[in-house]
């Protein structure tokens, strides 16, 4: 589904990543860790073709993302679900409607996607938030928000940047569910995190490989979860 063969990636003339090889399954749930500054952020962009490789081939549903054209990468996001960390919004539209934008944006029909927004408005606890402008949020509620509106279309993939870093234990552990059904749907999930419990915690749910960056390469960090 996505993979990466011998990549590097050189940023402001050094190396960040190097010699990367990694492949993510159709249905594998990964958590990807490291130090701040390791790469993680920059590996997840490989992942969904926002950056190109220095080095090596990487393969998104078996299409060289060198050989494809911006267009083809537009469509190939479709499938896609992405929570950045530094996650951007309209401001001059209620988180509700932010939250609906790609439902909007694929013609959905409008009682169905009335009703799943309404069920993830509530799985991420934002109801109450609905008609709430996004500068009026909090960093927490802004990170449900990104993950909702990342999810609200069943992308094949998921990828997560520190989804949970700015709530607390008990809405990451909510969120982490929510990904984890996603999971057991057959989606591919890639959550980029520093939160050991939360990887810890995840062993109760899922069956997991844990991705460790170090020293510029992506090491297998222990068996299952």
Avoid at 66 to 85: C, T
Avoid at 142 to 147: E, K, N, V, Y
Avoid at 164 to 189: A, F, I, P, Y
């Amino acid at each position: 589904m996505i993979e990466l063969e011998n990549v590097a990636y050189s940023y402001g003339g050094g190396e960040l990543l190097s010699d990367i090889s990694v492949k993510l399954a159709p249905g594998s749930f990964h958590f990807l860790t490291g130090p701040s500054g390791a790469g993680k952020t920059t590996l997840l962009k490989l992942c969904y073709g926002a950056l190109l490789p220095t080095a090596g081939v990487v393969r998104i549903f078996g299409a060289d993302v060198r050989a494809m054209q911006r267009d083809d990468v537009a469509h190939l996001r479709r499938r896609m679900g992405v929570v950045h960390q530094d996650c951007q919004f309209l401001n001059h539209l209620p988180v509700a409607e932010n939250i609906a934008l790609p439902l909007t944006a694929s013609g959905r029909d409008a009682k169905a996607a009335e009703a799943d927004l309404d069920d993830l408005m509530a799985w991420v606890g934002l109801t109450e938030r609905a008609q709430a402008l996004p500068p009026e949020l909090s960093g927490g509620e802004r990170q449900r928000a990104a993950l909702a509106r990342a999810v609200i279309m069943s992308p094949d993939v998921v990828l997560a940047d520190e989804p949970t870093g700015n709530v607390d234990w008990d809405m990451s552990q909510r969120l982490l569910r929510l990904l984890v059904e996603l999971n057991k749907m057959g989606k591919t999930v890639l959550i980029a995190t520093h939160d050991l419990s939360l990887i810890r915690a995840a062993k109760v749910h899922v069956q997991a490989r844990v991705l460790r960056i170090a020293n510029r390469r992506v090491q297998l960090a222990g068996a299952d979860l």
